[in-house]
């Protein structure tokens, strides 16, 4: 009996341990994944598929699971965000879903559940220019809770509540905040504070500059 306790204790303690350790992969894109994309890929995308990766990342959902995230971003974006993950991953920052915005059919439906995804070979609305999530560069985060805001209009429109910043709840992005940090830190710019010249809080937007790449697209 004793021995069987001893046993439930360490499974339990290995258990526990195992499902709350981070883990991150990515991979260039399988013919699988890309047929997934039915919704996100265009033939025309300003980059090509291998430059593309499929990156898996563990997060806390905000019933304080573990859950592992699915992404597809540029090569270049990698690093920074298994980092940054891996930092909001301890803190426990909760994040509501992170699936393939074709799960959904379209991106306004994904910011209204409140998936967080980052490719999506789309333009820049009312131009022709790309947007970064065209290049795999930009990653929206939770976006129910941080909308998009451009004088009186805002998205998702479900989201409404949260345009009252002083909320500041768990998995909210404010200048104050740690994921704010975060992202800064590793030279990326957040919707929040670099679209103000145009009128724009992109709150769930962050993104990043790559020389030869996207620098003329902000
Ligand atoms: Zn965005």
């Given at each position: 009996?004793r021995?069987?306790?001893?046993c439930a204790?360490y499974?339990?303690i ?19 994944i890309l ?8 033939s ?5 598929v291998?430059e ?12 304080g699971?573990v859950?592992q995230?699915?992404?597809v ?6 690093d ?10 301890e803190v426990?920052f909760?994040?509501?879903?992170m ?17 967080t ?7 820049v609305t ?8 065209a ?26 509540r949260y345009?009252d910043r002083?909320?500041?709840g768990?998995?909210?992005?404010t200048?104050d905040?740690?994921?704010?940090t ?8 957040w919707g ?11 709150l ?8 030869g790449?996207n620098?003329?697209?902000n």
């Open positions: 009996m021995f069987y306790l001893a204790l499974c339990t290995l258990c526990a341990q195992t499902t709350t350790e981070f883990f991150a992969q990515s991979y260039p894109l399988s013919e699988e047929s997934r994309m039915v919704v996100t890929w265009q025309d995308s300003p980059v090509p291998k593309l990766r499929y990156l898996t990342v563990s997060y806390y959902d905000f019933q699971q859950k995230g699915e992404l971003v540029h090569a270049l974006a990698v920074d965000l298994i980092s940054i993950f891996k930092k909001l991953f426990r909760p994040i509501h879903s699936k393939f915005v074709d799960e959904f059919g379209s991106d306004d439906a994904s910011m209204s559940a409140n998936n995804s980052a490719f999506y070979a789309r333009h009312r131009t022709g220019r790309w947007s970064n999530h290049y795999g560069l930009a990653i929206d985060i939770n976006p129910l809770l941080n909308p998009y805001i451009r004088g009186e209009y805002f998205c998702p429109q479900e989201g409404e345009l002083t909320l500041n768990s998995g909210m992005i200048k905040s740690y994921i704010y975060l992202f800064k830190e590793h030279g990326w710019l929040g504070e670099c679209f103000l010249d145009r009128g724009i809080e992109d769930h937007h962050f993104q990043k500059v790559v020389p790449l620098e003329n697209n």
